[in-house]
């Protein structure tokens, strides 16, 4: 197991599969984007041999990020390579996060592979809004692909970005259909990441507000649950669901934080919201033996920072970074 210079265990790695996406949200990214060509990915071999240089030092969890993950070609072999993980018992946990696109035509092949849990973005339930929040989005092709994921058994779990002034009417509409359907809900503070058609400072809506303006209707009850990632998690006792909540902005998540995110090229990022990172690709391609790799990954988490340093407001309405999230991995 790699512990980082703050005592905390590296259990938990982000990989990020592709840059490209079939949606543009509107948080996301500019809708006219350009994408990575696409000889600067890591193969599908590359990213599998990689994932299992992490196994090896310890991490328990993998998820797959984009970008879109399921719009990249053939990526079903790789999630079934890294699902013989699982089998050994090596990898606790693989899972994936997606818009929802693509469901439809693999939920059983993921779940066949290991997958037991994914999360699915859907900001909002109104046809017409969530296809003006995606731009480029199907609400049917996606509310399909839900429905298939439960189909083939996998767990769901619904992660819905919170925008004042866009779908902060939805949030008891949301919960009350999570509720029925069997699904966690998590809310999420827009992160300050790249440049946009628009000023993060008007979708800012911040957790703890829209938490106090919950407890008016519902009753929630704070639970010790974890996935392993960054959320804090209620009760929702109405409903038996569970709520989460993400505040990278009102109450960042960095003391308990045990992952880094590597990018489609081989960077690893040890914080969501810093500019150091490692190149895992050079440590890739310099050698058939993983040493290279693995002391490179030792080295970047050896570097791991305390926490990040998010703010929105109007002294701050430029993005803390400049990449985009679909770069680092969503």
Not at 19 to 37: H, I, Q, S
Not at 239 to 261: A, K
Not at 274 to 285: I, K, N, P, T
Request: hydrophobic share 40%.
């Amino acid at each position: 197991m790699v512990i980082d210079p703050f005592g905390r265990s590296i259990t938990y790695v982000r990989v990020s599969v592709t840059d490209r996406c079939d949606f543009r949200c509107v948080y996301c990214m500019a809708e006219d984007m350009t994408f990575l060509p696409k000889a600067e990915l890591l193969t599908l071999e590359e990213l599998d041999r990689l994932c299992t240089a992490f196994v090896k030092l310890g991490v328990r969890k993998i998820r797959l990020t984009g970008g879109e993950p399921l719009v990249r070609r053939n990526v079903m072999w790789l999630i079934e390579q890294l699902g013989r993980h699982l089998g050994t018992g090596a990898l606790e946990e693989l899972t994936v996060t997606t818009n929802g696109s693509q469901l439809e035509r693999h939920a059983q092949a993921l779940y066949r592979a290991g997958v037991r849990r994914i999360n699915v973005s859907l900001d909002s339930l109104k046809r017409e809004r969530f296809e003006a929040i995606t731009r480029w989005g199907k609400f049917d092709k996606v509310m399909a692909g839900i429905e298939a994921a439960k189909a083939a058994g996998l767990a769901v779990k619904i992660n819905m970005v919170a925008l004042k002034g866009v779908n902060e009417d939805e949030f008891d509409r949301m919960i009350a259909w999570c509720g029925a359907e069997g699904f966690d809900l998590t809310l999420i503070e827009t992160m300050p990441l790249g440049e946009i058609d628009g000023d993060r400072t008007e979708q800012y809506l911040p957790l703890s507000l829209v938490r106090a303006r919950l407890s008016e209707r519902w009753t929630l009850t704070d639970i010790p649950y974890r996935t392993g990632g960054p959320a804090r998690y209620v009760r929702i006792e109405e409903t038996g669901g569970r709520l989460g909540f993400i505040t990278p902005l009102t109450h960042n998540f960095c003391e308990s934080c045990n992952r880094v995110r590597v990018t489609c090229t081989g960077t690893m990022y040890m914080c969501l919201g810093q500019e150091d990172a490692v190149d895992l690709r050079s440590a890739l391609r310099a050698s058939e033996s993983d040493e290279q790799l693995l002391q490179a990954i030792r080295d970047g988490i050896a570097r791991k920072p305390k926490g990040h340093d998010f703010v929105i407001d109007r002294r701050h309405n430029r993005p803390a970074l400049s990449r985009h999230m679909s770069v680092t991995g969503g």
